[in-house]
């Protein structure tokens, strides 16, 4: 997974952090995506031993805004479902 770039909804907690962890060791940067900011800057510090790239996005995913909003805010990416 190093050099691939990984996005995770939920990460917060629960499977979506237990994912974050596991794309982290594998060596993956991480786009996490949550409403819980607190929770999301916490796994941000713990992911700090894996040595990658971790940025945090609080996002609302019912809201089409916010969902477009991250979209431009993650460069280069192009969702391939839309």
């Known amino acids: 997974m190093k050099g691939k770039r990984t996005l995770i909804t939920g990460a917060a907690a629960g499977i979506g952090r237990a994912l974050a962890y596991r794309f982290a060791e594998a060596g993956s940067s ?9 929770g999301l800057e916490k796994l941000k510090g713990k992911l700090a031993k894996c040595n990658v790239v971790v940025s945090t996005h609080k996002i609302d995913l019912s809201s089409k805004e916010q969902i477009d909003a991250l979209w431009e805010s993650i460069h280069g990416w192009s969702p391939i479902f839309w």
């Not at 991480?30 to 607190?38: A, K, S």
């Open 30 to 38: 991480l786009e996490l995506v949550d409403v819980n900011q607190e």
